[in-house]
């Protein structure tokens, strides 16, 4: 992929969605600092849950008839005192905790991502929207029967090809949601659409060439005033030949967290692309 280039921020701070095997390791050195941090502290969270108990049956004691050593205000002023302490050491110590979340559920949504990606690869060999829309069916395991289904039955699936949601500023090369799926005889549309309700709606744009600065700026704007309408967003995808670093930054600064975590670019050469690459290759050897 077109991304040796691209600048590896923190985790936190900026995420670098060309590299994601560097991500990934990325994702687990910091969870497990972040979780040794937390688990380092535990000996002291003990050893003041032992030093309350003590002091509690020590009081107890004393209420027994036991000689008082300490008056009842001093024990249970040290009982307080220790109290707080422990709840102020807790929340330092949870912090760490509620930060390693964060970056597991990163972490989660980069793997399925990245699942999804190397579904669609392997299972297209150009980026034709028929190719495109099985490949869909057979990667993503929520749509699986229900898609699958729909596509069996119906003819040409121009329904979901092609599709304008703002008289024809904003086009889909393909758009899988309510409103494009059909009934259809012998199929379970209902299925289906019960289906994508759950899940989120399908975008994708095929780039004609390279996944450029501008194609994908485009395309996050078409994203936005889609989900303005009040339609949920379950993956947004680019296909292209080639994959400009521009576009990986342009997704680091969306702040809309539904559409930068859903969408994926993807860099599929075509066979031309391969065989020209191939041809340039032979003439610099020969």
Known sequence: MTNGGTRKGRIDDNIDYADSSILLTQYSSEASQLIKSFTKYIPFVVIILILIAAMTIFDLAM???????????????????????????????????????????????????????????????????????????????????????????????????????????????????????????????????????????ILVKIAENAIDKNNTQSFIESLQKYKKRGNKIGLAMIIGESIDPESYKLINKIKDKTISENLILIEKPTNNYIDSDLKNLNNILT
Do not use: C
């Open 63 to 201: 209420d027994l008839g036991f000689k008082n050593i300490l008056s009842d205000e001093t024990i249970d002023a040290m009982i307080i005192a220790v109290s707080i302490l422990l709840i102020l050491f807790v929340i330092f110590t949870v912090r760490p905790v509620l930060r390693s979340q964060k970056i597991l559920d990163k972490w989660s949504n980069l793997f399925e991502n990245n699942a999804i990606r190397t579904g669609i690869l392997l299972s297209i060999n150009n980026n034709s929207k028929e190719e495109i829309l099985n490949a869909l069916s057979e990667t993503i395991e929520q749509l699986d029967k229900p898609l699958h289904h729909y596509i069996s039955k119906s003819n040409n699936h121009n329904e979901f090809y092609d599709i304008s949601i703002d008289d024809t500023i904003t086009t889909f090369d393909i758009l899988i949601d309510k409103s494009t799926i059909k009934p259809i005889i012998d199929s379970d549309s209902d299925s289906l659409k019960n289906t994508i309700q759950d899940y989120g709606s």
